[in-house]
């Protein structure tokens, strides 16, 4: 294994034990996780449960949320949305950027056209 794979968000760098500790949590919670198919660890040739970086980030956000009161269900779809939503910002971004780039500079557009009066 090379150490740049540990950069990598996706990697499943950390076992339940590891991970339940840096989210200060039960293991049993990130198997609760596991059994609803919200959050799918790989698994080590052993069959035991490994967890990437960005797994744990999601396992965190879930448990701020249920820890608000809601339930599993919920916090699934709340964050669900909270991601397209930032996917939408992010592309919302994108082509604005390319628009200023057109036409002139960052954050100034032109003015609408005056609005015509009917005949």
Known sequence: ???SRLDDQD??????????????????????LDA??????????????????RQLVLAG???ELLDQGLTLEAA????????????????????EASQDGASGPPGRHPPPAPARKPL
């Open 1 to 3: 294994m090379g150490v």
């Open 11 to 32: 990697y499943p760098a950390f076992t339940m034990g590891q991970a339940a500790e840096v989210l200060d949590v039960q293991a049993a919670f990130l198997r609760s």
């Open 36 to 53: 609803a198919g919200v959050l799918r660890p790989q698994r080590s040739g052993g069959g035991h449960r490994r967890y990437s970086r």
């Open 61 to 63: 956000r879930l448990r």
């Open 76 to 95: 699934t779809r709340i964050v669900d949305l909270q991601d397209q939503l930032d996917t939408a910002r992010s592309r919302i971004d994108e082509l």
